[in-house]
């Protein structure tokens, strides 16, 4: 090890081989039990963050405030202009800010006869919430269930570098919404175009989507709205301020969630369930970041951490640290394949990723980013159960959303290969 910047990093040069600690099956069945204990502040932020925005959810003040939005686009030629934008801006800080993406599965029932009332397709009903939301997850600036935890797990200050990563989300989200808009646009003036103009001749009958029982937001829905965005302000100030960590952010999502409690006149029943309820949705979560630390606990004690290293450099190192940083986005994008979870793939890659990063001359900062813009291929892999969930609720066939999908996803690539450029030359530490 030596010192940069305050940080220990690894020398390369210091490597050698050293007698195996062969592990055996005591070690193998107390790794599980090891990993719940090393990796307990990470566990216990996920259930708290997962419990708190539950409690958000049940007041269903961002149901309200999506129905506002889409009841306006009848009154207003602006919001009618700028209904993709909006709905494609507001699940993407979604799931930039707190995760949002299985959510996506329930919110298609709702765009999906939506678009079509507006003339448009089961594919821009499915892509609004859906693509949406795992835009914003993949390029997540505030999303502590992966920036969070992956910076946490690589040793960096939790959020730090979200000024480059607001530029990527914002980046990731305009391309997003251009296509979205050309493409609708060109359904609008002909729907045969559409992969899914078949299959939507029957749902367009029943298109029309009645808000005569919906009488807009009111003041409760508001103040729970005000008091989340107060929550994530007052987190990015006391991160950029005063330096805090997990058990910072923790409480303050606590706090928000009693506040929000108080607010929306729940009981106490009523708090305790919705938040056991998110945090229990979290559990297989929180197995994995545990399986995870385990195996690395493994790896470490039968002191082959290294050699793994080692062997992985030579895939990763380029004559150039930016071509490094590219290969572990493909790299990513491959794990993101059979890992989906993105507190998992953090808690299982980047024990690995951050000091290999270190090796290829690659920042922290720039391996986590690598590791967030893997998760842009979760819209086309069948093997997500959000992508397979949303695709069998709007009834669309995974192979005509994939062929429609492929043009876009070639994009994100290209888009992902260029943004892990300017992190070298702006030095992002």
Same mark, same amino acid.
Not at 63 to 84: E, N, Q, Y
Not at 195 to 207: H, I, S, V
Not at 337 to 343: D, L, M, N, P, T
Not at 371 to 386: A, D, K, M, N
């Given at each position: ?5 305050g ?30 204990v ?15 925005f539950?409690?958000v ?72 919430p ?10 997540a600036?505030l999303?502590?269930f ?18 480059y ?95 929000i409690?108080v607010v ?5 029943d ?6 056991? +309820? ?5 559990? #297989?979560?929180?197995?994995v970041?545990?399986?995870? !630390?385990? %195996?690395? *606990? $493994? /790896?470490?004690?039968?002191?082959v ?32 394949f ?9 808690? +299982?890659?980047?024990?690995?990723m951050a #000091? ?7 920042? !922290?900062? %720039?391996? *986590? $980013? /690598? ?7 979760t ?19 995974w ?19 260029? +943004? ?10």
């Amino acid at each position: 090890m030596h010192m940069v910047n305050g940080k220990s990093l690894i020398d390369p040069a210091s490597f050698h081989y050293v007698s195996s600690n062969p592990q055996g099956a005591v070690a193998l069945m107390m790794a599980p039990v090891k990993g719940f204990v090393e990796a307990a502040l990470i566990i216990v932020f996920v259930l708290v963050t997962g419990g708190a925005f539950a409690v958000v959810q049940k007041t269903e003040s961002l149901d309200m405030l999506i129905k506002s939005i889409a009841r306006a686009h009848t009154h207003s030629r602006f919001v009618r202009a700028a209904t993709i934008p909006l709905f494609v801006t507001l699940f993407s800080l979604g799931g930039a800010t707190f995760g949002m993406s299985e959510e996506a599965i329930v919110f298609s029932m709702l765009f999906v006869p939506l678009a079509l009332a507006l003339g448009y397709d089961s594919i821009v009903g499915v892509s609004l919430p859906f693509i949406g939301s795992q835009i914003g997850f993949a390029a997540a600036f505030l999303n502590p269930f992966n920036v969070g935890i992956a910076q946490g797990i690589a040793g960096i200050p939790i959020f730090s570098g979200i000024g480059y990563r607001l530029f990527v989300w914002t980046v990731i989200t305009f391309t997003t919404i251009a296509f979205l808009m050309w493409y609708a646009a060109k359904i609008r003036k002909n729907p045969q175009k559409s992969p899914t103009y078949g299959l939507d001749l029957e749902k367009r009958q029943n298109a029309a989507i009645n808000f005569d029982d919906f009488n807009g937001m009111n003041g409760t829905h508001s103040v729970v709205l005000w008091i989340f965005l107060a929550s994530l302000a007052c987190m990015v100030f006391g991160v950029i301020q005063y330096n805090w960590f997990i058990e910072e952010i923790a409480a303050l999502f606590l706090v928000m969630a009693i506040l929000i409690a108080v607010v929306s006149r729940m009981d106490a029943d009523q708090f305790v369930s919705a938040f056991m +309820l998110g945090a229990k949705d979290l559990v #297989p979560t929180a197995l994995v970041i545990a399986l995870a !630390r385990g %195996t690395l *606990i $493994l /790896a470490r004690e039968a002191h082959v951490i290294d050699t793994i290293l080692h062997a992985l450099m030579p895939l990763v190192q380029s004559a150039h640290p930016i071509f490094s940083a590219q290969k572990m986005y493909l790299i990513q994008s491959v794990i993101n394949f059979f890992v989906h979870s993105g507190s998992g793939q953090a808690a +299982l890659t980047m024990p690995v990723m951050a #000091p290999l990063s270190d090796l290829v001359g690659v920042s !922290r900062q %720039t391996a *986590i $980013l /690598a590791f967030q813009l893997g998760e842009l291929s979760t819209p086309i892999i069948p093997t997500s159960g959000v992508t397979v969930g949303v695709l069998a609720l709007a009834r669309i066939p995974w192979i005509t959303w994939a062929r429609w999908m492929l043009p876009l996803q070639l994009i994100y690539l290209l888009l992902a290969l260029l +943004l892990l450029v300017p992190p070298y030359f702006i030095n992002w530490q």
